[in-house]
């Protein structure tokens, strides 16, 4: 059995910063990409920001150079670090990790539970 658990969400002012955590736990063999996405409400889910195992980045246009993501491996965990919020940024967030469990020869999409940020004086 595999877990991805997300922390880090809560309430901050425009132009504040939050970190995410998203850590993968059970029977893992290896993590190919790790990413994040956010649905806002009534909106579709979009993916934010995600990051291969080799280190390649992706950002979703609206966050690049305000929000960064990285990724220990040694914990399988990844990290979202998000600065100069905006309102527009307020969504529940997600985390998506794409993981081979031991014994297995395929990948399998998990998705944490999702933590809620919002971004509001």
């Known amino acids: 059995q595999v877990q991805v658990v997300e922390s880090g969400g809560g309430l901050v002012q425009p132009g504040g910063s939050l970190r995410l955590s998203c850590a993968a736990s059970?029977?893992?063999?290896?993590?190919?990409?790790m990413g994040w996405y956010r649905q806002a409400p009534g909106k579709q889910r979009d993916m934010v920001a995600q990051?291969?195992?080799?280190?390649?980045?992706d950002y979703e246009d609206s966050v690049k150079g305000r929000f960064t993501i990285s990724r220990d491996n040694a914990k399988n965990t990844v990290y979202l670090q998000m600065n100069s919020l905006k309102p527009e940024d307020t969504a529940v967030y997600y985390c998506?990790?794409?993981?081979?469990?031991?014994?297995?020869?395929?990948?399998?999409?998990?998705w944490g539970q999702g933590t809620q940020v919002t971004v509001s004086s």
């Open positions: 990051i291969t195992s080799g280190g390649i980045t």
């Open positions: 059970g029977s893992i063999s290896s993590i190919y990409i």
């Open positions: 998506n990790q794409l993981i081979r469990s031991l014994g297995s020869s395929r990948y399998t999409n998990y």
